[in-house]
Nanobody, 130 residues
């Protein structure tokens, strides 16, 4: 069973950048959907970005499009989320999650609720101050 470990969270001022990483302990992320979700206090968990690692096809929520970039490093077996121009409303616990993907799916196909993802990390906190 794939277990995921997130790293890279922290505290930054608005306009700053952070890079989150998601690595599996055991197993590989090839031929998977990998998504980043976030949950702010008092709010529902929401999808941020997704990648279909077979095709390197990505999809973003509108609130982060143009500011966040999800990418994969096949050599290191890591999926990263580069977050630029961070805003206070980006403050949340960020989680990565993965599921096996059928051949040929897109990042849009991968994007969805975390309930569809059997493999999840424990989360990493991102705090953006104004």
């Amino acid at each position: 069973q794939v277990q995921l470990v997130e790293s890279g969270g922290g505290s930054v001022q608005a306009g700053g950048s952070l890079r989150l990483s998601c690595a599996p302990s055991g197993g590989t992320l090839s031929s998977h959907c990998v998504s980043w979700f976030r949950q702010a206090p008092g709010k529902e968990r929401e999808g941020v970005a997704a990648i279909a690692t077979e095709r390197t096809s990505t999809y973003y929520d509108g609130s982060v499009k143009g500011r966040f970039t999800i990418s994969q490093d096949n050599a290191k077996n890591i999926v990263s989320l580069q977050m630029n121009n961070l805003k206070p409303e980006d403050t949340a616990m960020y989680y990565c999650a993965a599921k096996i993907a059928p051949p040929g799916v897109s990042g849009f196909w991968c994007y969805g609720k975390i309930e569809g993802y059997p493999y999840r990390g424990q989360g990493t906190q991102v705090t953006v101050s104004s």
